[in-house]
């Protein structure tokens, strides 16, 4: 799968440069106080531009999910199925990351289930995963 | 809302469609798809190519507007339009700027096109391979979500949840669509009729989806011709007078990595009440409807959206029979529509809507007065159209 990578015109440099030592940075504007995610130039709350950036926990919620079993890339042939989770980070103002539930994929998924970003890093990039939090106790 | 609208400002007046395939299926060139279904759009008016003076089409169609107007040596091109963003979206929206155009004075006769071939170029439902990837889609290509099935399958599981919806609901609306289709020779599912336990067996795409979820991936061209209310009284066919028309998105419904605020929406929120309150009618006036299906589950929350229902009557309105002709209560997508009929990007579902006007649907709603044509559910921008008799 492509790996990635931040956009030629900056925008989102500093979350990728966060996922590289691991640890997750996120928009939040300066003026308002607005996390928002994808990053943009301009605040789309009380419109500074360039609103900022802060370092966030990680910790999240289980939005919505799907197993998928028809790989639509050639690259997913054999790797389903897998899951798919939607995370709100309640921390974070509610903004919402999308990436692969780690472990079983036929393990009975909960919306609502507390989760944690994982870093996983690949060759030319860094993945944010999520396991359950109570996997980790 | 302004009191200048589209209203009996324009109506449609000429259909044409090629043959449909399967994606690989058609032997000809895209392009050449497209100035098939003109020509016989034009013939179905009684017009001739160079009477048209404007274009319009939606998602970023490949056959450029000049490059058909050259072809068919337009002497006088007055129009040319796109609706932006992709998917569906933009078929309603489409037709609604050829008549605001057709109203406003800017062109006298436009044609709306779509021509696809999708064995000839990219698939929808496959991700091309790349080494790195940036922007919006960084956020998710990357974990193996790309592809429509795959987003409009988390927002329909988040609507189902908190609705308490069950399979049955979504299954009732593959079902209606193939049972329509078996009406219609020109399907491409004609002849191959869909039952409950064949639903139920089929694949999963992506939880919730199984394969009959799904539209089918197809080669060929669809156009619609629209002219003045002068002129379309004299045509060869009955008009399907544009009783409403509206375009738009919700509040950052655009925003990536499926950060639109309304999760499980079909982006209808803010449209549809301007879209009734422009045609001066209400959901029960509706006889028949042409709901978008890229995947059953957008088509659930599009009813919802356009008040044939509330969420949480949707187990009792999604019904088998409530959505099928003869005797339901909302006949949807009559003619087989994306899931059964052809997946032309919904432009076969605006034909079949002016089909239901004119009266000459193969399952024709008895003295159909109002039809609607919901375009593009769960993308941005999305689009609707109301015709009337």
Not at chain 2, 235 to 242: D, F, G, L
Not at chain 2, 316 to 325: D, G, K, M, Q
Not at chain 2, 342 to 353: K, V
Request: charged share 20%; net charge negative.
């Amino acid at each position: 799968m492509p790996v990635p990578v931040a956009t030629r015109d900056g925008v989102d440099r500093e979350f990728y440069e966060g996922v590289k030592r691991h640890q997750l940075v996120v928009q939040r504007c300066g003026k308002c106080g607005t996390f928002q995610f994808p990053a943009e130039w301009i605040c789309y709350k009380c419109h500074t531009m360039e609103p900022g950036w802060e370092r966030v926990s990680g910790r999240g919620r289980i939005y919505s999910w799907e197993r998928v079993w028809h790989p639509a890339h050639p690259a997913l042939k054999g790797s389903c199925p897998y899951l798919v989770v939607v995370v709100e980070l309640s921390d974070a103002g509610n903004i919402r990351m999308v990436g692969n539930l780690l472990g079983n994929p036929m393990q009975e998924v909960k919306i609502d289930a507390e989760v944690e970003a994982v870093f996983e890093d690949r060759e030319g990039g860094t993945l944010v995963q999520w396991q359950l939090a109570a996997a980790r106790a | 809302m302004s009191e200048f609208t589209v209203k009996d400002k324009a109506a449609i007046v000429g259909l044409g469609e090629t043959k449909y395939y399967k994606r690989g299926g058609a032997p000809v060139s895209e392009f050449r798809l497209a100035l098939e279904a003109i020509l016989r759009a034009c013939d179905d008016a009684g017009i001739g190519p160079t009477d048209i003076d404007g274009i319009a089409s939606y998602s970023n169609d490949r056959n450029d507007s000049v490059r058909v107007a050259t072809a068919l040596g337009l002497p006088e091109l007055r129009l040319s339009t796109m609706f932006w963003g992709g998917g569906g979206g933009g078929g309603s929206g489409a037709i609604g700027n050829a008549a605001a155009a057709i109203a406003a004075g800017y062109a006298n006769c436009v044609v709306v096109y779509r021509a696809l071939a999708q064995g000839q170029f990219g698939r929808f439902g496959q991700t091309p391979a790349l080494n790195t990837i940036s922007g919006p889609p960084a956020y998710t290509w990357p974990y193996g979500m790309s592809t429509p099935a795959q987003w409009i399958a988390l927002r329909t599981r988040r609507f189902m949840h908190e609705h308490h919806v069950t399979q049955d609901a979504i299954a009732a609306i593959a079902l209606a669509c193939y049972h329509h289709a078996q009406f219609n020779p020109r399907a491409v599912m004609y002849g191959r009729p869909l039952t409950r336990q064949m639903y139920d067996e089929s694949r999963w795409i992506v939880e919730p989806f199984h394969l009959y979820d799904c539209c089918m991936e197809n080669d060929g061209a669809a156009a619609v011709i629209l002219t003045t209310p002068e002129r379309a009284r004299d045509m060869r066919q009955r008009p399907a007078w544009i009783m409403a028309a509206a375009q738009g998105s919700d509040f950052r419904q655009g925003a990536g990595a499926e950060n639109n605020p309304d999760y499980g929406s079909s982006n209808f929120k803010t449209l549809a009440p301007r879209l009734y309150a422009m045609a001066g009618i209400e959901a029960k006036d509706v006889d028949v409807a042409q709901v978008y299906e890229n995947f059953t589950g957008a088509v659930m929350t599009s009813l919802v959206e356009h008040g044939f229902c509330t969420p949480d009557q949707v187990m009792e309105f999604c019904t088998v029979e409530n959505l099928t002709w003869p005797n339901g209560r909302l006949p949807l997508n009559t003619s087989g529509g994306n899931l059964a009929e052809c997946y032309m990007h919904g432009l076969e579902l605006i034909i079949e809507a002016a089909r239901q006007v004119r009266g000459t649907s193969t399952c024709q709603v008895k003295d159909a007065e109002i039809s609607m044509v919901v375009s593009g559910p769960m993308v941005a921008p999305v689009s609707d159209l109301i015709l009337h008799r």
